[in-house]
């Protein structure tokens, strides 16, 4: 047999499926920029999984086959050489650690804003979100899916304009007649008796051609409207472990790939084309809360998600899904654990067995007498995250619960859930550096028309501009440098901030 060529043997490792890993990386570029897609997309699926540590996708694919035998749909993707993968630079005006205001507003509008802020400057300039853009000037139609209130900041960043992103109140009106399709949480900024003005946004959407869907059946077996607001909780969806072991969830709640297929195919009737962001928004919540088992079944069901839409791209070929994220959040990591690192594998599987997010935490506590001794937390803990820790890690808890909260070397940890994320990291491996976002690169991967654009290190508001060229929209928003935005942080640092995942 003649010499094989490195040709040669990029495609029989094509051939046999196993991708690009046995290749050397000068060919694996060359071939990845081959991509079959021609001319410019119709549609765009922009997805976001907030708050994704680099971490989380690789360890997903783990996740995903010890609990249902098969790999996730990312790593599936990936290993397919048609897809693209580079990161984006997501720091803000104010800092190297960004927010999930500031994260979309970049992407949507293309300027670095401040932390908190959504599509304005510090100094009070409205931006043009890319939502109303896309509608006025290249007729598209617009959706927003998400598994946290449809208020909040991912969401918001493409579509609205409000100063503080926890003015939730002020946003909601924002997307009437901008957004043809909002399926989400938060229903509590929509329900006149839930809005602190009493103002009935729901009719209002209703008056302007919306149906509004309360319940996963309506989203299952309506016939398709042109416009609808799905809203399916009083404010985020569950978590998808309380949702899996929770009936009434189970029936109540659409999962976010069921509220992606359902946004496609209502949007995808329109003859000019649509923008959908689709946001997993708890695996963010999950990583702010150190709770390893939230945070990937969250993830597993963002993948999920992700297959529907790269399904519809494929089969059409008109239409371009770029996955992402906003930001890190604690930088969960699997760490090497016994001889060898022989005992890492066993203690991630244990993430498998939880029945529950750490959000349920202070119901049981409050079932167990709001006080709960380190015998009924040991039990707790087993019951909810089938781990058994040791006695004194329980008394550890058990104080905590009670006021009394050890010191520890790293302050974010200095809570309950860090004690409980720390303690936990001892059976499912998985460490976390603290409570809050990070400022890492963060994964993008495209598929589709225009996918070679996001290769390589991409900064976050070129998204906007090369979003906007690929649809003719010849536009660009005011933007501030840091040291012009400088003067106007000392007053927005004054403020009192609230959590925002709260
Ligand atoms: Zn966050």
């Known amino acids: 047999m003649d010499k094989m060529t490195r040709r040669d043997l990029l495609r029989l490792g094509a051939a046999a499926g196993i991708g690009t890993a046995l290749t050397s990386f000068a060919p694996a570029i060359a071939q990845r920029r081959g991509s079959r897609f021609k001319g410019n997309p119709k549609n765009i699926i922009f997805m976001v999984s907030d708050g994704m540590s680099a971490g989380v996708p690789s360890l997903s694919e783990a996740f995903s086959r ?14 397919n050489p048609e897809v693209s993968l580079g990161y984006f630079d997501m720091e803000s005006l104010n800092s190297l650690v960004t927010d999930s205001s500031s ?14 802020a959504i599509g ?19 007729k598209k139609k617009v959706g927003l899916v998400t598994t946290t209130r449809m208020t909040h900041a991912t969401p918001a960043g493409f579509a609205t304009v409000q100063a503080r992103r926890d003015d939730e109140d002020s946003i909601a009106p924002q997307y009437l007649n901008v957004v043809d399709v909002l399926l989400g949480g938060g229903l509590r900024h929509f329900a006149p008796d839930l809005r602190g003005d009493k103002r009935d946004l729901l009719g209002e959407y209703k008056s302007a051609g919306y149906e509004h869907w309360s319940l996963r059946d309506q989203l299952m077996n309506s016939k398709q409207p042109d416009k609808v607001l799905g809203l399916f909780w009083r404010s985020h969806l569950p978590y998808t472990v309380d949702q899996i072991n929770t009936p009434a969830m189970r029936r109540d709640v659409p999962t976010l790939a069921e509220m992606t297929r359902a946004a496609l195919d209502i949007l995808s009737r329109h003859k000019d084309g649509f923008l959908l962001q689709v946001e997993g928004g708890r695996v963010d919540h999950a990583a702010h809360a150190n709770d390893a088992a939230g945070l990937f079944f969250d993830q597993m069901a963002f993948e999920d998600a992700m297959e529907v839409a790269v399904e519809f791209a494929r089969k059409r070929g008109d239409t371009l899904v770029i996955v992402t994220s906003d930001h890190g959040n604690a930088n969960p990591g699997l760490n090497g654990l016994g001889y060898e690192y022989g005992s890492s594998d066993e203690a991630f599987t244990r993430l498998l067995q939880a029945k529950m997010s750490f959000e349920e935490l202070p119901t049981k506590i409050k079932e167990a007498g709001g006080k709960p001794d380190a015998d009924t937390v040991r039990d707790m803990i087993k019951a909810g995250m089938a781990i058994e820790i040791e006695k004194e890690e329980a008394q550890v808890l058990s104080d905590a619960i009670a006021g009394k909260v050890m010191p520890v070397p790293n302050k974010q940890h200095r809570n309950l859930g860090g004690l409980l994320g720390g303690i936990l990291s001892n059976y499912n491996g998985i ?14 991967s495209a598929f589709g028309p225009g996918q070679e654009q996001f290769e390589g290190l991409v900064k976050n508001t070129d998204a906007f501009v090369k979003m906007t060229r690929m649809w003719g929209i010849n536009f660009k928003n005011p933007s501030m ?4 935005a400088k003067p106007f942080m000392r007053a927005l640092s004054e403020r009192v901030e609230t959590p925002h995942w709260a």
């Open 481 to 484: 440098t840091r040291e012009q």
């Open 431 to 444: 460490g976390w550096i603290g409570m809050n976002h990070t400022a890492d690169y963060v994964w993008v």
């Open 120 to 138: 304005m400057l510090p100094d009070g300039t409205r931006l043009t979100p890319i939502a109303v853009l896309a509608k006025e000037k290249a």
């Open 103 to 116: 994260a979309s507003s970049s992407w949507g509008t293309g300027s670095r804003i401040v932390n908190g």
């Open 66 to 79: 010890s609990f249902r035998g098969k790999g996730s749909f990312w790593h599936q993707m990936l290993l």
